[in-house]
C-alpha cells in the first residue's frame, strides 16, 4: 500500500549539505547578556533568540529571527526546538547546531526576581521584548459600515466605465444583532482571543494558559490509512505514545495504538467501515455522517485529539456531550475514509454553526474544505437559521470563509433580475436571509471585495468587470458542491434537555 509523506509545512526538506552555506568567522569568544554577565558564544539556552536557516516556498535560504523554545541532546548531538517570530507555529521545527547563525544570538534579559503569574513562580526567564504589554487585537476584514447601509435607497452608475452589473441597496426589514465591529463578529487574530473561555461548549482556547509544553508539537508522525501525517500543534495525546517515531491511528473509529502490529490486531476486531451516527447527506463517493457526543464519546473524543493536531486556535473539551460532529467521508471498496469534519454546539446562543472546522492535510487545496463550509450553512438553512464560525478562525480557515462568502455573495448578485428596465435591487438582509450567512459577515465580506460605495446620498452595490471575471474562473474550479436533494437531515429541539 502506497503512502503519502505529508510535510508540516508543504516544503522540501533542507539537506545536509546545508554546510556549504555557513557562515564566516565566528564572533569573539563570550557574549554579553541583558544582566551583564559573560556567556560562552556556543551556550545557546531556552529564551534566546537568533537567526535560523530555512527554506521558505520558493525553496530559497532564508534568515528568519527564531526563538529556542526547548534543547536536547541525542547521543552527544544537540537539536534546538525553534518558533519563527511572526511565523505560524506550524513550521515550529528541532534543527541542528549548523543552523544557527550565533553572531547575532539575544540572550534571555537576567531578572532579579523570577516572574510571577497569579503567584506562582514563572517556569523559564523570559525572551527579549517578552516584556512588552501583550495588546488585544482584533483584526477585521473591513470598517464596519454605517447602520444607515441596510436602510438607505441606493443606485449605482458604471464604475470608470466598466461596471457591468450593479444592485442597489434596499430598505430591508430590521433585525436584532449585535453592534457591528465587535469581538465576536470580527476575524482571526492570533491574540484576539476572550480572557477567559465560556462556559458554554465553545470550543475557543483560552491562551492565557499555554506553557513550553503546549508550544510545542509532540506527535511526531502520524498513520492514517494510506496517509502519514507531519502534526502542526500540540495535542495531548498519552504522555507515552509522544515518543514513538509512528503514532497509528484506525481509519474508521481513530482508535490510537502504538505500534503496526497493535494496529493490524485492531483492524481484526473493529467492525466500523464508517464513522458512527446516522449518515445525512450522500452524492456520488461524498457521505456525511452527524455523530452526536453523546452518544458516541469515544470516537468524538479520538476526533477532538486528531483535530487538535492541526488547529491551534481550539482548546480541548473531553466532555463532548455538548456537540455535534459532521464528519465528511469519501468512499471506496475497503470503507468511508475521514477527509475533514467540523463540529457545532447542540445550542448556541451567538449563532455559531460551526466550532471547529478540518480538511486534513491529504485532502487540502481540492475544494473539499468549501465543501464543508457550504455544508454547515446548507444545515443552517433547514434549521431556519443563519449562522457564523467561531472566532478566531486560524489563517486558512479565513482565507476558505472569505473565499465561501465572496463566491456565494457574488452569484446572487450576478443572478438578480432587473425589473422594468431598472437596476435591480436587493437588501442585507435578503441576502443573509437566502444564504444563512450572518448579516454582519455579509457586510464585511462586500467591504473587503470593496464593492459598497457611497454615490449622491445613497449606498450602491457595483460589479466591476475584474470582479466578474474572477468570480467567474473561480466558479469554473469549483466542482464540488451539496446538492441540498440529497440531504437528509431533520433538526432537533435541543432545547429539551430530554434529547441530549
Same mark, same amino acid.
Given at each position: 500500500?502506497?503512502?503519502?509523506?505529508?510535510?508540516?509545512?508543504?516544503?522540501?526538506?533542507?539537506?545536509?549539505?546545508?554546510?556549504?552555506?555557513?557562515?564566516?568567522?565566528?564572533?569573539?569568544?563570550?557574549?554579553?547578556? *541583558?544582566? %551583564?554577565?559573560?556567556?560562552?558564544? *556556543?551556550?545557546?539556552?531556552?529564551?534566546?533568540?537568533?537567526?535560523?536557516? #530555512?527554506?521558505?516556498?520558493?525553496?530559497?535560504?532564508?534568515?528568519?529571527?527564531?526563538?529556542?523554545?526547548?534543547?536536547?541532546?541525542?547521543? *552527544?548531538?544537540?537539536?534546538? !526546538?525553534?518558533?519563527?517570530?511572526?511565523?505560524?507555529? #506550524?513550521?515550529?521545527?528541532?534543527?541542528?547546531?549548523?543552523?544557527?547563525?550565533?553572531?547575532?544570538?539575544?540572550?534571555?534579559?537576567?531578572?532579579?526576581?523570577?516572574?510571577?503569574?497569579? *503567584?506562582?513562580? %514563572?517556569? #523559564?526567564?523570559?525572551?527579549?521584548?517578552?516584556?512588552?504589554?501583550?495588546?488585544?487585537?482584533?483584526?477585521?476584514?473591513?470598517?464596519?459600515?454605517?447602520?444607515?447601509?441596510?436602510?438607505?435607497?441606493?443606485?449605482?452608475?458604471?464604475?470608470?466605465?466598466?461596471?457591468?452589473?450593479?444592485?442597489?441597496?434596499?430598505?430591508?426589514?430590521?433585525?436584532?444583532?449585535?453592534?457591528? @465591529?465587535?469581538?465576536?463578529?470580527?476575524?482571526?487574530?492570533?491574540? @484576539?482571543?476572550?480572557?477567559?473561555?465560556?462556559?458554554?461548549?465553545?470550543?475557543?482556547?483560552?491562551?492565557?494558559?499555554?506553557?513550553?509544553?503546549?508550544?510545542?508539537?509532540?506527535?511526531?508522525?502520524?498513520?492514517?490509512?494510506?496517509?502519514?501525517?507531519?502534526? $502542526?500543534?500540540?495535542?495531548?495525546?498519552?504522555?507515552?505514545?509522544?515518543?514513538?517515531?509512528?503514532?497509528?491511528?484506525?481509519?474508521? +473509529?481513530?482508535?490510537?495504538?502504538?505500534?503496526?502490529? +497493535?494496529?493490524?490486531?485492531?483492524?481484526?476486531?473493529?467492525?466500523? #467501515?464508517?464513522?458512527?451516527?446516522?449518515?445525512?447527506?450522500?452524492?456520488?463517493?461524498?457521505?456525511?455522517?452527524?455523530?452526536? %457526543?453523546?452518544?458516541?464519546?469515544?470516537?468524538?473524543?479520538?476526533?477532538?485529539?486528531?483535530?487538535?493536531?492541526?488547529?491551534?486556535?481550539?482548546?480541548?473539551?473531553?466532555?463532548?456531550?455538548?456537540?455535534?460532529?459532521?464528519?465528511?467521508?469519501?468512499?471506496?471498496?475497503?470503507?468511508?475514509?475521514?477527509?475533514? !469534519?467540523?463540529?457545532?454546539?447542540?445550542?448556541?446562543?451567538?449563532?455559531?454553526?460551526?466550532?471547529?472546522?478540518?480538511?486534513?492535510?491529504?485532502?487540502?487545496?481540492? @475544494? !473539499?474544505?468549501?465543501?464543508?463550509?457550504?455544508?454547515?450553512?446548507?444545515?443552517?438553512?433547514?434549521?431556519?437559521?443563519?449562522?457564523?464560525?467561531?472566532?478566531?478562525?486560524?489563517?486558512?480557515?479565513?482565507?476558505?470563509?472569505?473565499?465561501? $462568502?465572496?463566491?456565494?455573495?457574488?452569484?446572487?448578485?450576478?443572478?438578480?433580475?432587473?425589473?422594468?428596465?431598472?437596476?435591480?435591487?436587493?437588501?442585507?438582509?435578503?441576502?443573509?436571509?437566502?444564504?444563512?450567512?450572518?448579516?454582519?459577515?455579509?457586510?464585511?465580506?462586500?467591504?473587503?471585495?470593496?464593492?459598497?460605495?457611497? !454615490?449622491?446620498?445613497?449606498?450602491?452595490?457595483?460589479?466591476?468587470?475584474?470582479?466578474?471575471?474572477?468570480?467567474?474562473?473561480?466558479?469554473?474550479?469549483?466542482?464540488?458542491?451539496?446538492?441540498?436533494?440529497?440531504?437528509?437531515?431533520?433538526?432537533?429541539? $435541543?432545547?429539551?434537555?430530554?434529547?441530549?
Amino acid at each position: 500500500m502506497q503512502r503519502i509523506e505529508e510535510s508540516a509545512n508543504g516544503g522540501p526538506q533542507l539537506e545536509k549539505g546545508i554546510e556549504e552555506r555557513r557562515r564566516g568567522p565566528r564572533s569573539p569568544a563570550s557574549i554579553q547578556d *541583558g544582566g %551583564g554577565a559573560s556567556r560562552p558564544q *556556543g551556550e545557546v539556552t531556552e529564551g534566546c533568540r537568533l537567526p535560523v536557516l #530555512r527554506r521558505n516556498q520558493d525553496n530559497e535560504d532564508e534568515w528568519p529571527l527564531a526563538e529556542i523554545l526547548s534543547v536536547k541532546d541525542i547521543s *552527544g548531538r544537540k537539536l534546538f !526546538y525553534v518558533h519563527y517570530i511572526d511565523f505560524n507555529k #506550524r513550521l515550529d521545527e528541532w534543527v541542528t547546531h549548523d543552523r544557527l547563525d550565533l553572531k547575532k544570538i539575544q540572550f534571555p534579559k537576567k531578572e532579579a526576581k523570577t516572574p510571577t503569574k497569579n *503567584g506562582l513562580p %514563572g517556569s #523559564r526567564p523570559s525572551s527579549p521584548e517578552r516584556e512588552v504589554k501583550r495588546k488585544v487585537e482584533v483584526v477585521s476584514p473591513a470598517t464596519p459600515v454605517p447602520a444607515s447601509t441596510e436602510t438607505t435607497q441606493a443606485s449605482v452608475f458604471p464604475q470608470n466605465g466598466s461596471a457591468r452589473r450593479a444592485v442597489a441597496a434596499q430598505p430591508g426589514r430590521k433585525r436584532k444583532s449585535n453592534c457591528l @465591529g465587535t469581538d465576536e463578529d470580527s476575524q482571526d487574530s492570533s491574540d @484576539g482571543i476572550p480572557s477567559a473561555p465560556r462556559m458554554t461548549g465553545s470550543l475557543v482556547s483560552d491562551r492565557s494558559h499555554d506553557d513550553i509544553i503546549t508550544r510545542m508539537k509532540n506527535i511526531e508522525c502520524i498513520e492514517l490509512g494510506r496517509h502519514r501525517l507531519k502534526p $502542526w500543534y500540540f495535542s495531548p495525546y498519552p504522555q507515552e505514545l509522544t515518543t514513538l517515531p509512528v503514532l497509528y491511528l484506525c481509519e474508521f +473509529c481513530l482508535k490510537y495504538v502504538k505500534s503496526l502490529k +497493535c494496529l493490524q490486531r485492531h483492524l481484526t476486531k473493529c467492525d466500523l #467501515r464508517h464513522p458512527p451516527g446516522n449518515e445525512i447527506y450522500r452524492k456520488g463517493t461524498i457521505s456525511f455522517f452527524e455523530i452526536d %457526543g453523546r452518544k458516541n464519546k469515544s470516537y468524538s473524543q479520538n476526533l477532538c485529539l486528531l483535530a487538535k493536531c492541526f488547529l491551534d486556535h481550539k482548546t480541548l473539551y473531553y466532555d463532548t456531550d455538548p456537540f455535534l460532529f459532521y464528519v465528511m467521508t469519501e468512499y471506496d471498496c475497503k470503507g468511508f475514509h475521514i477527509v475533514g !469534519y467540523f463540529s457545532k454546539e447542540k445550542e448556541s446562543t451567538e449563532d455559531y454553526n460551526v466550532a471547529c472546522i478540518l480538511t486534513l492535510p491529504p485532502y487540502q487545496r481540492r @475544494g !473539499y474544505g468549501k465543501l464543508l463550509i457550504e455544508f454547515s450553512y446548507e444545515l443552517s438553512k433547514v434549521e431556519g437559521k443563519t449562522g457564523t464560525p467561531e472566532k478566531p478562525l486560524s489563517d486558512l480557515g479565513l482565507l476558505s470563509y472569505r473565499s465561501y $462568502w465572496s463566491q456565494t455573495i457574488l452569484e446572487i448578485l450576478m443572478n438578480l433580475k432587473s425589473e422594468n428596465g431598472e437596476r435591480p435591487q436587493i437588501t442585507i438582509n435578503e441576502i443573509s436571509e437566502i444564504t444563512s450567512i450572518k448579516k454582519e459577515d455579509v457586510i464585511s465580506t462586500l467591504q473587503y471585495l470593496n464593492l459598497i460605495n457611497y !454615490y449622491k446620498g445613497q449606498y450602491i452595490l457595483t460589479l466591476s468587470e475584474d470582479i466578474v471575471d474572477g468570480h467567474e474562473r473561480a466558479m469554473l474550479k469549483r466542482i464540488l458542491r451539496i446538492d441540498s436533494k440529497c440531504l437528509h437531515f431533520t433538526p432537533k429541539d $435541543w432545547s429539551k434537555r430530554g434529547k441530549w
